[in-house]
């Protein structure tokens, strides 16, 4: 015969074990990532690999090597394996309902890092974590409008580096820029095109750029500070002085931008922070428990012109 207390004690922990063994068991999150395109995008690799690590959580990790059916595959493998949670950076903003729907129907809560994405069903992800790119654009034209206003008279040609075809940061940093230099007629952009977020295309367009001599350039203004650094070996290389000849203003704020700044290369750098990892971990732990989440988080992120750059790299973390 089981005394009173005794049977108490039993039918506690009879109630509580589960909910240890919930808590035990390891929260195994499936991320698809964009691809390694850029300096920033290693440092977003190894903020989420850490993250998950310090976390405890499972991460099933995949390289889609910029290219949008591999990220398809990833997040279905994901729901086939029947992941706690997916997360992931979409390469470009459209062509996401199908599989999210799919990850809907399997009761798979979906996360968005970095990018953003247009869907018909806002409810086919949980939450956005990332950057304001419109705004980091806007940063980048308040900076050249604030540089141009020293120089009344001065026209200033500008060219562009979009960043990848169709992604929400080349979208977005494009947008904000137009709307800022609105304000100043001088400054028109006389050539744009995409040089993919990477060091070797952005130089490869760069030269193209300088090859088609109609138009003197006086500003370049690069989507993410790879493309302006392979510009500036372009610039190098056609015998004019970055920095100087050329005005570079670019986005991201990697260590290569603070030396290139240092260098008197490059003249300002919009920061974009890839360090989400610890918040994505614990957005994905709030997410799978059921707790109410933000729709969108996004992160404060700083100006940092030549000035500042020999003082500021010790600092930087990315
Ligand atoms: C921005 C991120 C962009 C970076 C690039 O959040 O999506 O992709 O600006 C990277 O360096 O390739």
Not at 160 to 172: F, K, M, N, R
Request: proline share 5%; hydrophobic share 45%; with cysteine.
């Amino acid at each position: 015969m089981i005394k009173p207390l005794a049977r108490r004690t039993l039918l506690a922990a009879a109630l509580t074990l589960p909910a240890l063994g919930a808590l035990a068991a390891p929260l195994t999150l499936g991320f698809s990532q964009v691809g390694a395109e850029s300096e920033w995008r290693s440092a977003n690799t190894a903020s989420i690999k850490a993250a998950a690590r310090d976390a405890g959580i499972t991460l099933k990790f995949a390289d889609a090597q910029q290219k949008q059916e591999n990220q398809v595959k990833a997040i279905r493998s994901y729901i086939a394996q029947r992941v706690d949670v997916i997360a992931f950076s979409p390469v470009v903003e459209s062509g996401w309902d199908t599989v999210l729907k799919e990850a809907k129907a399997a009761g798979i809560p979906v996360i968005l890092t970095d990018r953003a994405v247009k869907v018909s069903d806002p409810s086919l992800y949980v939450s956005f974590i990332g950057s304001d790119f419109v705004e980091e654009g806007r940063k980048a034209a308040r900076w050249l409008l604030e540089r141009a206003a020293k120089n009344p008279n001065a026209a200033l040609n500008i060219v562009e580096l979009q960043g990848t075809v169709g992604s929400a940061p080349a979208i977005d940093r494009k947008k904000g820029f137009e709307e800022v230099i609105k304000a100043n007629p001088r400054l028109q952009i006389i050539r744009s095109q995409s040089g993919e977020f990477t060091r070797a295309k952005g130089k490869e367009v760069m030269e193209s750029f300088l090859k088609q001599r109609d138009k003197k350039i006086d500003v370049l203004y690069a989507h993410n500070d790879d493309m302006a650094i392979g510009a500036i070996q372009a610039i190098e290389e056609a015998g004019l002085k970055p920095g100087q000849d050329i005005v570079i203003i670019s986005i991201d704020g990697v260590r290569g931008a603070f030396e290139a700044m240092k260098a008197g290369k490059l003249n300002v750098t919009v920061e974009c922070n890839p360090l989400l990892g610890p918040q994505l971990m614990q957005l994905a732990r709030d997410v799978v428990a059921k707790k109410p989440v933000e729709k969108r988080i996004t992160v404060n992120e700083g100006v940092f012109p030549a000035e500042v750059a020999a003082k500021e790299l010790p600092n930087r973390k990315y």
